[in-house]
């Protein structure tokens, strides 16, 4: 039983929502609306079950005093001090101690992490981008050229920037259309098998 | 330990320092005056020329779905083009789909909408020139539902008014409603507006992402799903040029192309090096 | 010193975003267009009332032949106002505008609302009548009532007949490729390297006495890359239950852990090994992408495992996960049908699956009749995909007719 309803529910939703796509009548959007709702609702319920790990694992972490246990402590201090500050009778979303938090704290740290990936590209590129073999030299020189598309070139730069502008536009897109269209049916297969319960590695075993 | 073999075990820590060190160079104020000539590409200008040819009045929706962490590339598009759209006294629909941005979009269309009783004269007011719908999860299913209408994902504005209650948002049902959406994105939301508001709703729509990413738009262009991309700080730098407001994305652009130089130099490097090792181990392998 | 490049980092981020969060503007607003009365323009000829097709039933499509003021004669016509009323005498306050066209449009689709207590409520299977006005600067022509007309739902999409074919076929070539596989053909599917790794990269995470990551991605339970990823964590944990070595599965949704978690237990059990599964090795960390992927850094640098799996969806994170692994000396296989993150895999990983071979992970382990039958099917269609854009490409360039485009603008009747 534990895996007949869900695999059930899963055939009429996703038969139901196929023809759905294809029937524009009033019934038929009412219905696809209930739908989106009802994913939401329980998308939040997940949140729970997820807030819920967190703190069982940092617990357990602190608890049994695991190797940099300490960071644990900060996770758990910042995820409840966000959630304090963020209740209503201190302003909600828009209070000062929340904003000041993400302000000052959350936006600069995001950013950071990303800023990391411009390091991470040139240390990359310099143990990766080898002419190894003729595949890796036409890899190579494609780089180069979209790299130096930015930098001021003098009299380069109009050819440059066409060349650049050609790859981008031709061997690029056909190649990325390619993908685009493997990856598209691939991802109908996918559904396909989910569907009709071919695919069902979600479940669980009985 | 030969010279190509210490280049080639070249410690990554080395590599991070010199690209620092060149990263921060061109914002002292000895490269004041060092500015990189930009020339705005045909993909960038139609979604300018596309702006400039609304009329005052027009609605059009700003989707700014991005986090801090692509904040250096996305702001200023962002800024650029709400400054263009209320400086065409158009009436700018902004929201998010990005959890973490909801708060840095607000406050950025705080931000613009005061600088224009600066250098416009007057101040776009919240509810009449432009609303802020704020966040909702799944963007799959904000972007589908707002396809039948925006008071279904969005039955109030980010500060808990009513739909229909603010002046501007009277009589203003779907995307049939708006010229045309602007996205501003770093992930896969993009993704969501091509195949469910372009494909599903026949939405006008236009993209601006980072630079990482604009390369896979390309084929959506040609095809016209969407009818302009902005690229990442270049593509950033080209819109500010067009509107004649150079920002942050003109100025780091000094900061990519010191960037560029200094990874290139790395690429010679690095291949000097292993064609010096190879070079070094044929003689030795004839020898025998 | 890794502090100190990380103290450096955050200075210059900090420093970064403080000048990217100023920024200065200078345009002026558009003059605004003086308004000259005029004489009242031509009105539109030939207004047709239909019910909109393709809709919910809350539409009418109105249509109209350009006033002969519109771009000829006087050329005063600015737009074309619409109205609607229950009755064709109705006085004039009782019709509604219901929208504008500007000049040289012929059509509008009047799209109302559901609900009945709405502003802008369109009743079905109700008589309505329109009027299209043409409109000078601060006059109108005279126009005259069109209808009855009644909105009606619509029980198919006709615009959607190429999906439908799409998936018809699909539907026939897949059931065809089952059966075939299921009474024992060979159905041949190449060698995908980065799968064919996976046992030996668990073989040599046993030997190191080290845990093996698997990092599913950034993607929700109804990506289909996570999906697919779920086939193989299922595999994977069979695999590590069976050599008796650990595993570690932070995500980023709570729903895939549910799932994630299924689905390592499923394949302790299946190894003979459910006392052996550790519910705290598949994990929450955050919804948010940065943070995961520093917390993940942050059990790479520690953890230091022997082999990291990536495989489901990623975005700018993948080049960080993918080089602190480099550090960390693991032997990462990857695979992600973000083509966007293919070139980072691709220089960072020891192996990476590129799109849709990720999706085809499934069948390449498990060899079963269903899953190959599905493969060969998709296969097939995307070879009728390339045919038929060789042809029409071929067709476009001998005749140079738009045959491509036009079959997917008309409606299917």
Redesign the interface.
Known sequence: MKRQIPLVLVFVFGVLLAIQYFVPSEASQRGYEFVLDWITIIGIFAMVLGIWSQIHVGYNKIKHRSEDWQYSVVTLVSMFAMMFFGLSFFGGLHGTIFRLIYNNVFIPIQATIFSLLAFYIASASYRAFRARSAVSTVLLVAALLLMLRVIPTGPLADPINKIGNWMLLVPNLAAKRAILIGVGLGGVATALKIVLGIERSYLGKD | MTLHDRLLA?D??W???V??LF??IP?TPMFSNFS??V?P?KEVREIYDFIEGLK?GDYILLSLDY??????EL??VA??ML??CF???LKVITLTLS??G???VE?AVK??AD??KL????TPERGIDYVYLGYK??PG?II??MG??FR?PFPQDYYGTTL?SIPMM??I??Y?NVKAVINLS???VSDYWVADGNARYGVKLALAM?G??A??Y??YY?SRQIFGIIGGM?GAAEYESL??????AT???KV??F??????I??I???LA??LGRRQTAPTQESR | MKYIILLFLTCLTLCLSQAILAQTASLDPPAEAALVPSEPPAPPSNVRVSDLPNDDGHGIQVKWNLSPDDGAGAKSVISYDIYRADTPDAPDSLWKKVGTAVLGIKSYADKGERDAGSRDYLPKHTNLYYRVYAVGAGVRSAAAAAGPVQATDDWFNDMKVPELVFCVVFLILTVRFINMAKKGADLYVRPLAGIEAIDEAIGRATEMGKPILYVLGIGTAGDIATIASFTVLGRVARKVAEYQTSMIVPCIDPVVMTIAQETVKTGYADAGRPDAYKEDSVYYVTSQQFPYVAAVNGTILREKPATNIYLGYFAAESLLLAETGVLAGSIQIAGTDQVSQLPFFVVACDYTLLGEELYAASAYLGREPLLLGTLKAQDYLKAIVLVCMIALLALRVITGADVIRKPFDMPWW
Do not use: W
Not at chain 2, 67 to 72: H, K, Q
Not at chain 2, 243 to 248: E, I, L
């Open positions: 070249l990554r820590r590599v991070f320092g690209l620092a990263v921060i914002l990189v000539p020339t590409v005052p986090d801090p962490g692509s904040l250096a702001h200023p800024y650029a400054e263009q400086a065409k006294r959890q973490t909801a708060q840095m406050e931000d613009v600088s224009c250098y416009h004269g007057f999860p799944y299913l589908l539902g039948m209408n279904i229909d009277r009589g049902k779907n049939d770093a992930g896969n980072t990482v990413m390369a896979d390309y084929p040609q270049k509107c004649k407001n150079p920002g942050t100025e780091a652009m990519q192309v960037a560029h130089v200094v990874i290139i790395f690429i490097i690095g291949n292993y064609f």
